[in-house]
């Protein structure tokens, strides 16, 4: 209902305005900074927007950028951050040219994704784009012009996690990449891959746990009860015994010896801190499309390329039975993933530049 939508709420000045529908989380402590929830119409604001209502054709704007442009006039901020998904920064970047734009990278991006982001965002800008590394920086760079830095992803870096403990609480987890609306051969992709997990663990007696999409934050708008509901049931028919929590993804990730990622996103990040992540390619055996830009180049053991049961039980043993410092030593010579940079310190290094 829109009266649900309607708040008055004065505007305070606020270095910096987040327009990312608080994916990240970001935290400023050193900064004023505001969330803008554009779920919500501020009517604090209407006084301020029927000044300019007569100058809207001059203006060449709509109703909705006029409010936008009267909130980021009052607010008095000098910095905009949002992420590639929604765009806001860089319609922002066309809306006011007297603060700095920043777009955030939201998550993984195929190669073929390519030409559907270069209509979507064409002839798009913003002062500052923060990729994931320098693979992404590629992809994004030929459709954005902006000036490209590699910080990771923030929502990442913004998680603090408790140092690893030495006996994990689980052995294996699955990051679950079960949607409600996922195309056929995705779904089809999980199935073959859960199989190998079913024979795995029978044969190991091991109770996998799952990381519930369902249970994530972002998700609560979809129906949080049918979402469960159908997940469970998936994972129930395709895996067999297996076992859940309500927690935090990462936190799980963080309590787990070894967590198994198809094409997840969390997957990339969680490899990023070092944990042991075992990628498996069934979707892209099942649509070269779909193999990861991470993984073209150098095909690292913990990146099963076939479906193959025997292929599957040997790579995941050995990355079960070795120690940290011997995985570590591994990632380094690893050349494709992406930046962690603990608490965002580079984010927060820039704004203090610009400020």
């Known amino acids: 209902m829109l009266l649900n939508k309607l708040i008055i709420e004065p505007v305070r000045h606020s270095n910096i305005l987040l327009f990312d529908d608080n994916f990240a989380k970001l935290k400023f402590n050193k900064f004023s900074y505001k969330f803008v929830d554009q779920k919500k119409i501020n009517l604090f604001l209407l006084p301020f927007m029927i000044k300019n209502l007569l100058n809207l054709p001059k203006l060449g704007m709509s ?56 209509n979507l965002f064409k002839d798009c800008s913003c002062d500052y784009f923060l990729s994931y590394d320098k693979t992404q920086t590629k992809l994004f760079s030929s459709f954005i012009k902006a000036k490209f830095l590699e910080f990771g992803s923030l929502k990442n870096n913004e998680i603090i996690l408790k140092k690893n403990k030495k006996n994990k609480k689980n052995k294996l987890l699955i990051i679950s990449e079960f949607r409600m609306n996922k195309s056929s051969l995705h779904q089809q992709a999980i199935k073959l891959y859960l199989g190998n997990v079913k024979k795995f663990c029978l044969k190991k007696k091991l109770v996998p746990k799952v990381a519930f999409n369902s249970f994530r934050s972002d998700k609560q708008h979809i129906g949080a009860d049918i979402y469960f509901k159908k997940e469970f049931e998936f994972y129930k028919k395709y895996l067999g015994n297996f076992s859940y929590e309500r927690k935090s993804s990462y936190k799980l990730a963080a ?74 030593n591994v990632l380094e010579k690893f050349n494709y993933k992406i930046i962690y940079d603990r608490g965002n310190n580079k984010l927060k290094k820039l704004i203090k530049e610009i400020i």
């Open 63 to 118: 109703l909705k950028n006029l409010y936008i442009f009267t909130l980021i006039d009052l607010s008095k901020a000098k910095i905009i951050i949002g992420h590639h998904i929604t765009g806001s920064a860089f319609k922002i970047n066309k809306l006011k040219n007297n603060v700095i734009t920043i777009t955030y990278q939201h998550s993984y991006i195929y190669s073929f994704e390519k030409k559907i982001y270069k």
């Open 255 to 328: 309590e787990s010896d070894v967590i198994i990622s198809m094409g997840s996103n969390l997957g990339y990040e969680l490899l990023s801190r070092n944990f042991k992540v075992f990628f498996l390619n069934n979707l892209g055996n099942l649509d070269k499309r779909f193999v990861s830009t991470y993984f073209e180049k150098q095909k690292p053991f913990f990146f099963l390329r076939k479906n193959n049961y025997l292929d599957f039980e040997k790579s995941l043993i050995k990355i079960l039975s070795m120690s940290s410092p011997k995985w570590k």
